[in-house]
């Protein structure tokens, strides 16, 4: 199963490349796929694309989801 994950612009770069934040985990993606991208932006990740922008609310949301399940997954 593969998911996208809501990370953060932190740094744009050459040839619509850019590096994302999630959890202090920095990587590299391509911002190809979407417009106007700014530092700050949050963005859904796949496979090392931005497929989208997303409301920050909404990432905060989708990123306190994932950390609920991975918690129940390590209690049980």
Do not use: N, W
Request: hydrophobic residues 50%.
């Amino acid at each position: 199963m593969c998911l996208a994950m809501p990370a953060r612009v932190v740094e744009l770069k050459d040839d619509d490349q850019a590096i994302v934040e999630l959890e202090g985990v920095r990587r590299e993606i391509s911002l190809a796929l979407i417009e106007a991208p700014k530092i700050g932006d949050y963005v859904i990740v796949h496979v090392g694309y931005a497929l989208s922008k997303l409301d920050p609310e909404e990432a905060m949301k989708t990123l306190a989801l994932f950390a609920e399940m991975q918690a129940a997954g390590a209690a049980s």
